[in-house]
């Protein structure tokens, strides 16, 4: 019996063993699942951080606003101011106009004048003001505008995506607005050459007349223009009356000579006005050139003019004014008067009249 019950409680005892270690078996896989589970959210998580979104941009960046102390702050004397901090964003810069031919003159540089005092340019009458550099010239054309001739002139100028100085006669002007509208929307500078081209140095032109036929040219072109025209002036001939040179300097007008002249309203042909040209600008290696789009073998010259210029190294120089002319008021008035225009109406001819059968 002894024997037995030794038995029975060995056996109990070890079935207790048993259920006791199938327990904490069970127990120990639970706890296992658990920390494996938790490991792999805790992974994803910072997976999930480090990786970039996709799908959201980010937030466009606000342009700072300028300080209101900083703005207040008076600049320093000692100080030299190169540039300006604006609260408003800077206007983007245009781009240049791209040229249809690649082997195009062109234009090398632009310089604004500052017209106030009239100052002088042309080596031929004034030494001052020496601003080209070896190789530099300036185009420039006279006695326009004119019909076939200018816009002759104005295509080749195009097709070499160059620029030029006009100045046109006041009558002329008036004549052809809306040739000289072209010259102007084609960029070009567009000053005078008095009202009637007069030589302005006669000995029987009096002060009051030649003040008249500066002025009156000038309102002539900004009536063709229907805008101001520049304050650039030249003289006919080139004749520079003093007491001129002395007005225009007052209206703070541009006086023009030049460094060579074409002479084309002498010339036969267009090959003469080109080997004239380069003979000249070859021997003083830069210079203001005086043509006429008035003449006729000027517009036949040009297109191989602007082609031996531009083998011979040399490049243009674009001049603006700082500034349009402010005309006088009385001048303006007069020569509508004088003009007798029949009507008030401004616009131009394909607008009032149209081939609508042929």
Same mark, same amino acid.
């Given at each position: ?9 060995? #056996? ?75 609260? +408003? ?23 604004? #004048? ?20 070896? $190789? ?18 104005? +295509? ?6 160059? $620029?030029?100085?006009?100045? !046109?006669?006041? +009558? ?6 809306? #040739? ?23 000995? $029987? ?16 072109? $900004? ?18 009356? !003093? ?44 210079? #203001?050139i005086l043509m006429h789009d008035f003449q006729k073998h000027t517009a036949e010259a040009l297109p191989i003019l602007l082609r031996r210029l531009k083998a011979g190294g040399y490049k243009v120089v674009q001049m603006k004014a700082k500034a349009p002319l402010q005309t006088l008021v009385e001048y303006d008035e007069g020569l509508v008067k004088d003009v007798k225009l029949p009507t008030v109406s401004s616009r131009p001819l394909n607008s009032v009249v149209q081939t609508v059968s042929q």
């Amino acid at each position: 019996m002894a024997l037995r019950d030794v038995a029975r409680h060995n #056996i109990g005892l070890l079935e207790s063993v048993t259920m006791r270690n199938a327990f904490g078996l069970m127990l120990a896989s639970v706890v296992t699942a658990v920390v494996i589970a938790a490991g792999w959210f805790l992974t994803s998580l910072l997976r999930a951080d480090v990786a970039a979104p996709q799908t959201v941009s980010a937030r466009q960046a606000e342009p700072l606003a300028v300080a209101a102390s900083a703005r207040s702050v008076p600049p320093r004397e000692d100080v030299e101011v190169t540039a300006a901090l604006s609260a +408003k964003p800077a206007a983007p810069m245009q781009p240049k106009a791209a040229c249809a031919n690649a082997d195009a003159l062109g234009v090398s540089r632009v310089v604004e #004048i500052d017209t106030t005092g009239g100052p002088g340019f042309g080596f031929e009458h004034f030494k001052q003001l020496d601003f080209l550099a070896d $190789k530099e010239v300036v185009l420039t054309f006279d006695d326009g505008p004119w019909p076939v001739n200018t816009p002759s002139v104005l +295509k080749t100028l195009a097709d070499e995506c160059t $620029k030029a100085v006009f100045f !046109p006669i006041g +009558k002329h002007a008036t004549y052809y607005p809306e #040739i000289l509208k072209q010259v102007a929307a084609a960029g070009h500078a567009v000053g005078s050459h008095t009202w009637s081209h007069a030589n302005l140095n006669g000995k $029987k032109v009096t002060e009051q007349q030649a003040k008249d036929e500066v002025e009156k040219g000038f309102s002539a072109v $900004k009536l063709a223009l229907g805008a101001a025209p520049s304050p650039f002036f030249r003289f006919p001939q080139l004749q520079h009356a !003093p007491a001129t040179v002395a007005y225009l300097g007052s209206r703070g007008i541009a006086m023009f000579s030049c460094d060579l002249d074409s002479f084309d309203f002498k010339a036969k042909d267009a090959a003469q006005i080109v080997n004239t040209v380069m003979t000249k600008v070859d021997k003083s290696g830069k210079g #203001i050139i005086l043509m006429h789009d008035f003449q006729k073998h000027t517009a036949e010259a040009l297109p191989i003019l602007l082609r031996r210029l531009k083998a011979g190294g040399y490049k243009v120089v674009q001049m603006k004014a700082k500034a349009p002319l402010q005309t006088l008021v009385e001048y303006d008035e007069g020569l509508v008067k004088d003009v007798k225009l029949p009507t008030v109406s401004s616009r131009p001819l394909n607008s009032v009249v149209q081939t609508v059968s042929q």
